[in-house]
């Protein structure tokens, strides 16, 4: 069964300093990851997914993730971080082979103090 | 830029009663997507949709749930007895083609059931 943990259930970061939000995953057969970024009372947002190829996937807002298939795992990182990525964060996983559903994490909250 | 929207934004509704809510997917996009997430909680899978089926559903879909896309535009999710414990936020999502895809979410329903 697909299943995805976020082991922090929030991260705290200095405005300027790099953040990491990890994410670990299980699936039975190769995975398409995501993640989404929530902001109050608003949808998720995707904000970058891997698919195939290259570890190092690049997203929106100067946000990247490296894929690590033998440690299942898919962290969310930013060499720099802003206030206003303060939010919540969602780690998302699909199994190739297993249809549509996608399995979120419970999310991290993530505060940027200034 | 398209996006996804949802009506009503808050439904309030007595237990037993039933509630439709509605969705507006991007216009190019295939599938279509129903989540709920509880307060304070994961977002959990409900349900996919294509070619005018289902093409998925989770374990938290069942009769009470249906899905409907009456007309070109609109994804509707009707619940047809509300419990109290149907209350939560309902997010819509669409996506442009297969399982490689990221979805885009609606902002969202909060259904509240009294």
């Known amino acids: 069964a697909q299943s995805v943990a976020q082991p922090e259930d929030q991260v705290n970061v200095a405005e300027g300093n790099p953040l990491t939000v990890k994410c670990t995953y299980s699936?039975?057969?190769?995975?398409?990851l995501f993640w989404y970024v929530q902001y109050p009372n608003r949808g998720l947002q995707f904000l970058l997914k891997?698919?195939?190829?290259?570890?190092l996937v690049k997203g929106s807002y100067g946000f990247e993730a490296e894929f690590n298939k033998s440690q299942t795992s898919f962290h969310l990182k930013k060499p720099s971080a802003l206030v206003s990525d303060s939010a919540l964060y969602f780690c998302?996983?699909?199994?190739?082979?297993?249809?549509?559903?996608?399995?979120f994490g419970a999310g991290t909250r993530l505060f940027v103090k200034a | 830029e398209p996006e996804v929207t949802q009506t009503p934004s808050h439904q309030v509704t007595q237990m037993g009663q039933e509630v439709i809510l509605r969705c507006v997917p991007i216009?190019?996009?295939?599938?279509f997507y129903w989540y709920r997430q509880i307060l304070g909680q994961k977002v959990e899978f409900l349900v996919s949709?294509?070619?005018?089926?289902?093409?998925?559903k989770s374990e938290i879909f069942d009769d009470q749930f249906s899905v409907e896309r009456p007309d070109g535009s609109n994804f509707t999710l009707k619940i047809r007895s509300t419990k109290l414990e149907d209350s939560a936020m309902y997010f819509c999502?669409?996506?442009?083609?297969?399982?490689?895809?990221?979805?885009?979410f609606g902002p969202g329903t909060r259904l509240t059931v009294t």
């Open positions: 998302a996983v699909r199994d190739i082979a297993g249809g549509f559903k996608t399995i």
């Open positions: 699936v039975s057969g190769n995975p398409y």
């Open positions: 216009s190019n996009h295939l599938y």
């Open positions: 999502a669409s996506s442009e083609l297969s399982s490689s895809y990221e979805q885009y």
């Open positions: 891997y698919i195939t190829g290259d570890n």
């Open positions: 949709f294509y070619n005018n089926e289902i093409s998925e």
